[in-house]
Structure formats: structure tokens, C-alpha cells
């Protein structure tokens, strides 16, 4: 699903991501680990076309994104790819299913009634029901990431990029989400997770991979990359968190 080859990315004169490769197989999870400023966010900022590697590629369903991709293969990732970020920046003069039903509305031109039965189907997905007709200023932060998590899935995307998306949550409400995307992985969504929660990783992932400095150190099973690493740097690193 996700083929990603020599990706280097630079902010200016400063280069963040070095030579990075890897692949993501359809339905496949897989969570990105490390610590603060390793290149996390900005790899997977970069799977839908938010940051513009300098280097190297990345081709999602048949379509790449690099230096000098064609327009079409940009406006086809996005429309195949969903995301969902710390922050739920859902749109506060919207009610919940207003927000939802934006995207299909106005980028895949489905009718308003439509657009509302989608709405509705997904918010009974995620246990948020009852909140169609509320405003984000009325919801918690637990369920303003439920109702983003479901806005991004009204595009039907191929695939779902997660940057810490509870990274902003109080702890007592982290688990109402990681709920919601336990139930994707296990209906088969393809997804790549970018994660402070290393519990979610070892249970939910099938490859874990660690970054550092804006390289991959090293990835591979939950199983293997938390129960015996092999690099000095895992190690180290697993030993803070765990």
C-alpha cells in the first residue's frame, strides 16, 4: 500500500529526514515510536503530501508523491489517504455532523441527506451518536478525537495516518480513543500510528519501528522490537519509556 524510498526531507538548511525506506502492506498497522524531534510527525506528515521531500519518494496506492509529482497523484493520496492529528481542528461554528459531512459534500459531491446518513453511521461507530447536532465546544477532549477520527473516515480512505492522537487527552480519556482505533485495526484498516502509548503498539501493531535523528534505527514485531532489540539505541530508548 505504502512504498517509501530515499525519503529525505530538509526545513531550510537543515535536513530532518535521512534516506529513509520502508513499506507498509495493505492492512497492516504499523506504529512509529521515538522520542521527541526524531522525525516522527514529519515522516508521516510527508504520506500525505503536508511536507515536500527534497529527496527520494513515496507511493501510496499507485500514486507518488516527490519532487515533481504531478498535481493528480497529490489531490488522488489525499483523497485516499485520512489523518488525524494532536490537535482535532474540527471547525467550531459546525455542528458535529456538519463537520463530518463537509469533505464528501464538497470534494466528492455527494447530496446533503447523504452526506448526513454517512455522518450518522459514523458516529454510531464511534460511540458519538448522540452528539450530531452539538458544536466541538460542547464535547470533551476524548470525543472531539472520537468525532475527528470520524470525520477523516468520511472520505472512506484507503488508508488512516495517526499523529499522537492522544498525545492531548488527559490521561482518564486516552482509552475511549484507543479504543476507537483498535476496532479499525481489527477491521482491517491499513494505518500507520505514530505513538507515546507503547502499550497500544505492542498490542495493536504488526511492526513496530523506532526512529531517531530522522532515521529508522530499527523496526520489526511487537514481540521482537520490545522483548529483545538489537540496537544500543532501542535499548536505551525502551528503557525510558517502559
Known amino acids: ?28 498497522v504499523v506504529c512509529i515510536i521515538g522520542a521527541s524531534g526524531s522525525g516522527k510527525s514529519t515522516l508521516l506528515r510527508s504520506m ?4 515536500r521531500p527534497s529527496h527520494g519518494s513515496i507511493e501510496i ?11 493528480a497523484d497529490l489531490e488522488a493520496v489525499r483523497r485516499d489517504v485520512g489523518m488525524v492529528f494532536q ?22 459531491g455527494i447530496d446533503r441527506a447523504e452526506a448526513r446518513e454517512r455522518a450518522e453511521g459514523l458516529l454510531a461507530k464511534v460511540g458519538l451518536s448522540e452528539k450530531i447536532d452539538a458544536f466541538p ?8 478525537q472520537r468525532v475527528a477520527i470520524a470525520r477523516a473516515l468520511a472520505m472512506r480512505p484507503r488508508v488512516m495516518l495517526f499523529d499522537e492522537p492522544t498525545s492531548a487527552l488527559d490521561p482518564e480519556i486516552v482509552g475511549e480513543v484507543l479504543s476507537v482505533m483498535q476496532g479499525l485495526a481489527a477491521e482491517g484498516m491499513t494505518m500507520v500510528v505514530v505513538t507515546h502509548e ?3 503498539a505492542r498490542e495493536v501493531a504488526d511492526r513496530v519501528v523506532y526512529m531517531d535523528r530522522g532515521r529508522i ?22 528503557g525510558k519509556v517502559l
Open 137 to 144: 465546544g460542547e464535547l470533551s477532549g476524548g470525543q472531539a
Open 217 to 238: 534505527v530499527e523496526e520489526g514485531a511487537p514481540e521482537e522490537l520490545f522483548g529483545a532489540p538489537r540496537e544500543e539505541r532501542t535499548r536505551a530508548f525502551l
Open 61 to 71: 496506492n499507485g500514486h507518488r508523491l516527490g519532487p515533481g509529482e504531478a498535481r
Open 87 to 108: 490537535s482535532f481542528n474540527l471547525f467550531p461554528h459546525l455542528t458535529v455532523g456538519e463537520n463530518i459531512a463537509l469533505a464528501p459534500r464538497k470534494v466528492l
Open 1 to 28: 500500500m505504502i512504498t517509501i524510498s530515499g525519503l529525505r526531507l530538509s526545513f531550510g538548511d537543515t535536513e530532518v529526514l535521512h534516506g529513509i525506506s520502508t513499506r507498509v502492506a495493505e492492512r497492516e
Open 48 to 51: 500525505n503530501g503536508l511536507e
Open 198 to 200: 507503547m502499550g497500544f
